[in-house]
């Protein structure tokens, strides 16, 4: 029996397992202290079972000797970087300079570049300088285990002993990095370093031990126990974190997360939601049954599709007396291949920043002190009015006013009292409008209203409407009462306009101009 395959396809299949650790671990965004120079030292010692692994699945010396290069790869690197590892782990800082750490690459880097000058072809070295990591080769067969393990024998060179006394000092380095960690760790991280100590020490030896024989062995277990080590070493290190702590503070982060997130497969099936939305949905979703993402559009209505098509959307509930407004995302969860496994819907709350949207556009487009249409918000909202009223050749009317004797008013009792008088006028003309009709503060005391499906004749009988109450109306500040009354000026259109907006309002402002110019307090319309 070829144990040797054997033992291959253990290496392969442990390979295999660095491999994807490596990838694991270099992948993650965790702020785990060395995490991803475990990621490298575990890239490093697959390379070595790779390599050590295709000699032994080749009788062909020129491919041993290609695959001999994949396996020094890892040789070469290995120790530094668990070194540079020991070392972060003392200093405690997530990010190590290149320039604090290059010096130690530089003899790992020049003896795997002297590897690989080795000649490949299956000769000897004809010159020093390849001859300087390996000094020959043979092929042998180990027959003392088995059939045989059959594989390639080289005889070591002068590079070979120096990088195998610089992996000792680096797993000494490493020894002496974690034995400062342990005296300075607070106790319950103690027994992490202390194992650490003597794991730096156990793989001290592997070189070491190389030290004694002048050629590499046929049947090679060093690669394998650096491997088991490193598992070992990362389960001390990190097993805690990423097998306990990190999964278990997902879990609570999803549960207790103080807004909805649902997982969703890719039927659109809800196979699990956090609390926060089995407590916003209890009276209108039932979670003991099947829930699918069409059923929130009977609640949203159009809520799937919007979602789906993308990505995000809006909604608001009422909660707790006061509703609420979330923005939804829908955040596609795949794996390899761009394949879709399902997806992530979470709500984020943004009531306090629409509130202050809503805010925004009010000051922008409301008196403050009448709390009625500014001039611009005005002009805005008739012109499409307009548009409307011309398209469908519907009547309208256009009424400007403007407050008489206002400055008086101001000079008299003061801006208080003017502001008084301009607050309540506003809500009186209010009373008097449509809820259709368009009422602004032109500037001033003057105002504007666009009166829909309003003849400029009726609208004018509004307007005498008006006028009579404000002039009747007491107006009261500080015990003293203020009357004052208002003139008006109409213009307007029974059917199709055939002039522009800005021609209507002229004319309501010419009407405006007659009144005040005939004695103030009354109504002009101008057909």
Not at 319 to 326: L, M, P
Not at 337 to 357: C, P, Q, S, V, W
């Amino acid at each position: 029996m070829r144990y040797d395959f054997i033992y291959a396809a253990l290496l392969l299949g442990f390979g295999t397992f660095l491999l994807l650790g490596a990838v694991f671990t270099l992948s993650r965004k965790d702020l785990v202290l060395g995490i991803r120079l475990i990621g490298l030292i575990a890239l490093s010692a697959m390379f070595q079972l790779y390599g050590y692994a295709s000699i032994l699945l080749t009788d062909s010396e020129v491919t041993m000797l290609a695959v001999s290069r994949l396996e020094s790869l890892g040789t070469a690197f290995f120790f530094t970087i668990w070194f540079i590892l020991a070392y972060q782990q003392n200093r405690r800082v997530q990010k190590i300079p290149f320039k604090k750490v290059w010096i130690f690459l530089v003899i790992p880097f020049l003896m795997f570049i002297l590897g690989l000058i080795y000649p490949h072809n299956g000769t000897q070295p004809q010159s020093w300088l390849a001859g300087t990591f390996y000094s020959g080769h043979e092929i042998v067969t180990y027959a003392a285990f088995g059939s045989g393990f059959f594989g390639i024998v080289f005889t070591k060179g002068f590079g070979f002993y120096l990088l195998s006394i610089y992996n000792i000092l680096m797993s000494l380095g490493a020894m002496f990095y974690y034995y400062r960690s342990f005296k300075k760790a607070k106790k319950s991280v103690k027994n992490k370093a202390i194992i650490m100590v003597f794991i730096s020490l156990l793989l001290s030896v592997i070189p070491l031990y190389g030290l004694f024989y002048d050629k590499t062995a046929v049947l090679d277990f060093s690669a394998f126990l650096g491997s088991v080590v490193l598992v070992y070493s990362f389960a001390i290190l990190y097993g805690k974190e990423f097998m306990d702590l990190i999964p278990t503070a997902q879990a609570k982060l999803f549960q207790y997360s103080d807004f909805p997130v649902f997982i969703i497969d890719k039927s659109h099936i809800m196979i699990n939601v956090n609390l926060k939305a089995r407590e916003i949905y209890r009276n209108e979703l039932d979670f003991d049954e099947l829930v699918l993402l069409d059923d929130l559009d009977g609640i949203h209505p159009g809520f799937s599709k919007e979602l789906l098509a993308f990505g995000k959307t809006e909604i608001s509930r009422p909660e707790e007396s006061e509703n609420i407004f979330y923005q939804v995302r829908l955040i596609e969860l795949k794996k390899r291949r761009n394949k879709l496994l399902g997806y992530l819907m979470y709500f984020a709350d943004i009531t306090d920043h629409k509130l202050e949207i809503q805010e925004m556009e009010y000051i922008a487009n409301y008196d403050d002190l009448t709390k009625i249409l500014n001039r611009r918000a005005f002009y805005i909202k008739a012109s499409e009015a307009f548009v409307s009223a011309s398209q469908k050749g519907e009547r309208f009317s256009l009424i400007m006013f403007d407050l008489d004797g206002f400055k008086e008013v101001n000079d008299e009792y003061g801006h208080q009292s003017g502001d008084l008088v301009l607050n309540e006028m506003a809500k009186i003309i209010i009373g008097e409008l449509n809820k259709k009709d368009i009422f602004g503060r032109y500037g001033g005391e003057e105002f504007i209203i666009f009166a829909r499906d309003i003849s400029p004749d009726e609208a004018g009988l509004i307007a005498e409407r008006i006028r009579q109450k404000l002039e009747c109306y007491p107006f009261c500040y500080n015990d003293n009462q203020i009357h004052i009354t208002a003139s008006f000026g109409i213009s307007g259109s029974i059917d199709r306009p055939n002039k522009t907006l800005k021609q209507y309002i002229a004319d309501s402002d010419k009407g405006l101009y007659i009144a005040k110019s005939e004695g103030k307090n009354k109504v002009v319309v101008i057909s």
